[in-house]
């Protein structure tokens, strides 16, 4: 029997170990499903205007439009090959579980429960958020610890619901949820005075807000946030490269906004820019596309698309859009928010 020396054999086993982490993935089956198909299904939200909304012509837009926009443009190369299935909040989860679309993109928070027992992955976080309340201006109610025995709107299916429990007994309230099956129904009880107060994430608080009532400015959204509520999309378990396309084209927004890539400048960046780090994003240096079963310019069209996360925050949902919501825990990390993406190398 012969002796391999025990250094010989950590060299071969090293040297096996960087060719596999080479290798370019396998497409998966969710995304040679999505190719033949020709199309993208997106589960979104009926109707949250910042996050899903569609126009009379039904065009879509919403920042959890544009995940879906930025993942098409990266897999198809187009980002309107995309099939739209809107999905209330009883829907959302079957439908994602049973193969009716591919990604579920719907203001959905990111918890153990879901995370654990549906069959689903999350991908990553694109709005950091919390739960709030809303009550009229008139009713003088400046604090949510004001709100003790009131009545309270709330949608049924949700983490809302339970955080409101949670929140009610803890701080000793006794406040009674009035609950709805549908948003649609909880924002008609509210506005037509059935509830004292609204409940769900601050976010979408502000939305509701802004389409539903007769003047914004007759309701105010209270200070106190009572949860925790990472919202993000959601992909089948069981396909890890359709996980991985998901989850890194959200992280190249990121990153495409740390390193001033945007919608504007990428065509220039991508013909001119000597930066290692951008070269490596918009696939003018490494091909990190291989890894993933793309080529080599998705994370460039995912961007030319719409934009780096800030521009798709701002546009939808920030100081200048119409729900006016501060950039705060959804900032950069470097600017003292949350967004922090792993690097795209």
């Not at 009716?100 to 958020?129: C, K, P, Q």
């Not at 649609?184 to 389409?211: H, I, M, P, W």
């Not at 719409?306 to 990390?333: D, H, M, Q």
Request: hydrophobic residues 40%.
């Amino acid at each position: 029997m012969i002796k391999t020396p025990l250094n010989a054999v950590l060299g071969g086993l090293l040297a096996l170990g960087a060719l596999v982490t080479t290798l370019p993935a396998h497409a998966g089956k969710t995304l040679d499903t999505i190719k033949q198909r020709g199309q993208l299904v997106c589960g979104v939200n009926p109707s949250l205007p910042g996050f899903a909304a569609a126009d009379s012509q039904g065009n879509w837009s919403g920042l959890d439009i544009d995940v879906c926009k930025a993942l098409a443009a990266s897999v198809l190369s187009d980002a309107s090959k995309i099939k739209w299935v809107p999905l209330n909040a009883a829907q959302r989860f079957a439908a994602l579980q049973a193969g009716e679309i591919d990604i579920l993109s719907r203001n959905t928070t990111w918890t153990l429960t879901r995370d654990a027992s549906l069959g689903m992955h999350f991908t990553g976080v694109t709005y950091y958020d919390g739960q709030g309340f809303m009550v009229t201006k008139k009713s003088k109610i400046t604090s949510a610890k004001q709100l003790k025995g009131a009545t309270v709107c709330v949608q049924s299916g949700t983490t809302t619901e339970k955080n409101l429990s949670d929140y009610s007994k803890a701080a000793g309230l006794a406040m009674k949820s009035v609950v709805f099956e549908t948003q649609e129904a909880t924002n008609k009880a509210y506005f037509a005075g059935r509830c004292q107060a609204y409940t769900t994430d601050a976010s979408g608080l502000a939305s509701v807000r802004n389409k539903e009532a007769g003047n914004p400015e007759d309701h105010v959204i209270l200070p106190e946030l009572i949860s925790k509520e990472p919202l993000g999309p959601s992909v089948r378990r069981g396909d890890d490269e359709f996980f991985a396309i998901a989850k890194w084209v959200v992280f190249a927004l990121i990153e495409a906004e740390e390193y001033g890539i945007t919608q504007a400048n990428v065509d220039d960046l991508k013909a001119n820019s000597k930066d290692p780090v951008v070269q490596r994003i918009l696939g003018t240096s490494e091909d990190t596309g291989k890894l993933l079963g793309l080529d080599k310019d998705w994370a460039y069209r995912a961007i030319k698309a719409t934009g780096n996360y800030g521009e798709i925050f701002e546009r939808n949902v920030g100081p200048k859009s119409a729900l006016k919501l501060p950039r705060g825990a959804n900032n950069l990390w470097s600017k003292g928010g949350f967004m922090y993406a792993p690097p795209v190398r």
